[in-house]
């Protein structure tokens, strides 16, 4: 009896874990630090993100079969929003060739995608491939 109480609890347990893990993951951040260095302000200007409108950064690699979706996701929200009073614009990274950025903004898995505002601020951060709804709403309140 006691044996199936604690299979029945680790069970439970797992599965609580899971559920936590898989709620966690993809989903987009707001940026609460805004870590500003001279460095990280040089490799941004350099890849080109501040500028007239909000842009969105994409980190990818030859060998990344989630960049293909991610590439396809934000070539179609940023299409949607070429309208926009500020539209948004599209940068690819490869992380092979810009390690230094990479490093500065913290990317540690592939693929990776951030929101800049005009200012070249970071505004959100996504871990995965991002749900073009997600990215959508997190471009709509810059580009007005």
Do not use: A
């Given at each position: 009896m006691i044996e199936a109480v604690v299979v029945v609890l680790v069970v439970v347990a797992a599965v609580a874990v899971a559920l936590y893990l898989r709620r966690s993951r993809g989903g987009v951040r707001?940026?609460?630090?805004?870590?500003e260095t001279a460095e990280r302000a040089r490799l941004l200007a350099a890849a080109g993100v501040p500028g007239a409108g909000p842009t969105v950064?994409?980190?990818s690699a030859a060998g990344c079969g989630p960049c293909d979706a991610v590439r396809r996701v934000v070539t179609g929200v940023t299409a949607e929003l070429s309208e926009s009073p500020n539209a948004p614009r599209d940068i690819e990274i490869d992380i092979d060739a810009e390690p230094a950025l990479a490093r500065e903004l913290n990317v540690l898995s592939l693929p990776t995608t951030f929101v800049f505002d005009a200012a070249g601020k970071?505004?959100?951060?996504?871990?995965?491939v991002p749900k073009a709804g997600d990215l959508r709403t997190a471009l709509e309140s810059l580009t007005v």
């Open positions: 707001p940026v609460t630090l805004d870590p950064l994409h980190f970071e505004r959100f951060r996504f871990s995965g």
